[in-house]
């Protein structure tokens, strides 16, 4: 999570390299199975592909860019707190498409101990029992004050889990 003036960095989905190698063979997939069809009714016109067989291959190549968009999007979401919004923004190589939508009703900010991955995790929570993971971190004190930033910035509560079965809020008032 990156802290701006204006703008908080919700999430941002990385992608793996091995994600953009399988993105690339699916959309060499797709532009050969467009391209190879058009080239046998250009090369060979009398009868060599049929109309139903032109639409099968088109068919086919439009769900392999389809697999290969969702293996190169990356998804970033943002609160802007000047427009009072959530930005989502997909993007694709230099291509970017922002949504703004209504910003939820923000409740509270946890700093959680997720035993089985042996992390601590800051956590935005809103609207019930829906959040969003901001940053996960080796050492409790680091995600505190983290979170201590945090909600300071959103002016929200603090929720200290960091020890199983002892939840209890942070008085930020005396700190």
Request: no cysteine; net charge negative; hydrophobic share 45%.
């Amino acid at each position: 999570m990156v802290l701006h003036k204006n703008e908080i960095l919700l999430s941002k989905s990385d992608r793996p390299f091995w994600h953009f190698i399988v993105a690339l063979v699916f959309y060499i997939g797709a532009v050969g199975l467009v391209v190879y069809p058009l080239y046998m009714v250009n090369t060979y016109p009398e009868g060599s592909i049929r109309e139903k067989d032109l639409s099968g291959f088109i068919t086919i190549a439009l769900f392999a860019f389809i697999i290969a968009l969702g293996f190169s999007v990356v998804k970033t979401r943002y609160l802007n707190l000047e427009k009072e919004k959530l930005q989502t923004e997909f993007r694709l190589a230099f291509l970017k498409m922002k949504i703004y939508s209504s910003m939820p009703h923000l409740e509270y900010v946890s700093v959680f101990n997720n035993i089985g991955a042996e992390q601590f995790e800051v956590n935005l929570w809103y609207e019930g029992n829906h959040h969003f993971n901001i940053m996960d971190f080796e050492d409790a004190q680091h995600a505190l004050d983290y979170g201590r930033l945090f909600s300071d910035k959103l002016n929200l509560k603090l929720l200290d889990a960091t020890v199983k079965g002892n939840s209890k809020w942070i008085d930020k008032t005396i700190e």
